[in-house]
């Protein structure tokens, strides 16, 4: 059969050939550790299809090829630290690139076509079955971390300029943001009690280990750099914003399917408008209250 097909044609099926191998055992790796029988079923279909795929593709290179191990640990890992879902979908965000390889093929191969619809209609499909439960509480982590952004940039950008010492900046800083740890999940929780839903407390872990971590993150350059090297510390302090904003955007734009750019720059904006603003402060404030640490 590939005697009919051009060499090029030949280089994506053999590439095609092998992504459908190492996905779908992906797929069967995944649905042992997965939670929920259904999510589990789901995996294991998705797997079967990409097999079927594998298979078809074989008849026309006639090679069996052997699955990329490292491709599919790296896979593996991803599922077990960030969840199933978002794996799965970034593996599958992987495949839509390859529009451009489908519409070639599809000129010396037709059966490219089929599993093309098939690859966007039921696997598509499929994927928004699976059910993860971290997935259900991204609007609390969201919560959590959205509002530490915002409040402690603000507070230790304002605490860099009026306290000049790293130290200092740090304790503050910690003080406030236990405390705010704390006043976030307790508010979550209420929140959620007064919704009627059973998951309040779960819903205020969430929120408040988001809070937390951040916070963490955020004091850290101060406690690593010397007490004169306050400065230092803010532009990493702020450097930890944006690299937070970023990740976490990408993992809610992979998982949920959403825009990166809009939420990306929008949580930018605010995070790093109200440091600036908070530094001023806490310049006049120094200045009129006539404080010199």
């Not at 649905?31 to 589990?40: L, M, P, S």
């Not at 699976?130 to 959205?146: A, Q, T, W």
């Not at 839903?197 to 819903?203: C, E, I, L, Q, W």
């Not at 990740?247 to 949920?256: C, H, L, N, W």
Request: aromatic content about 10%; proline content about 1%.
């Amino acid at each position: 059969m590939t005697i009919n097909l051009s060499e090029k044609a030949l280089k994506i099926i053999r590439k095609m050939q092998q992504n459908e191998l190492n996905e779908s055992i992906i797929y069967e790796e995944i649905a042992k550790f997965a939670k929920g029988e259904e999510n589990k079923e789901t995996l294991k279909r998705l797997a079967s299809e990409e097999k079927a795929h594998y298979e078809i593709w074989k008849k026309y290179t006639g090679l069996e090829l052997k699955p990329q191990r490292c491709k599919i640990f790296r896979y593996k890992m991803i599922a077990r630290i960030l969840g199933f879902t978002f794996a799965v979908k970034l593996m599958e965000n992987g495949e839509e690139n390859a529009q451009k390889e489908y519409d070639l093929l599809a000129k010396e191969v037709e059966e490219s076509v089929e599993i093309r619809a098939q690859e966007e209609e039921h696997e598509a499909a499929l994927l928004e079955m699976l059910d993860e439960e971290s997935l259900k509480y991204v609007g609390s982590m969201v919560l959590g971390m959205n509002d530490a952004l915002v409040e402690l940039t603000g507070s230790l950008a304002g605490f860099t300029f009026a306290l000049a010492d790293t130290r200092l900046i740090a304790l503050s800083g910690l003080i406030m943001g236990i405390s705010a740890t704390f006043s976030m999940a307790s508010s979550e929780f209420l929140a959620a009690k007064s919704e009627g839903r059973n998951d309040a407390f779960k819903s205020c872990c969430y929120t408040g280990i988001a809070y937390l971590v951040t916070v963490a993150l955020l004091i850290l350059p101060y406690l690593l750099f010397g007490n004169e090297y306050y400065m230092y510390a803010l532009f990493v302090m702020l450097g930890i914003v944006v690299l937070i904003i970023a990740g976490f955007t990408y993992y809610i734009s992979v998982a949920k399917g959403e825009k990166f750019k809009p939420r990306f720059w929008e949580m930018t904006l605010i995070s790093i408008g109200v440091a600036v603003l908070s530094f001023v402060v806490g310049i006049i404030a120094k200045k009129f209250l006539g404080v010199d640490l």
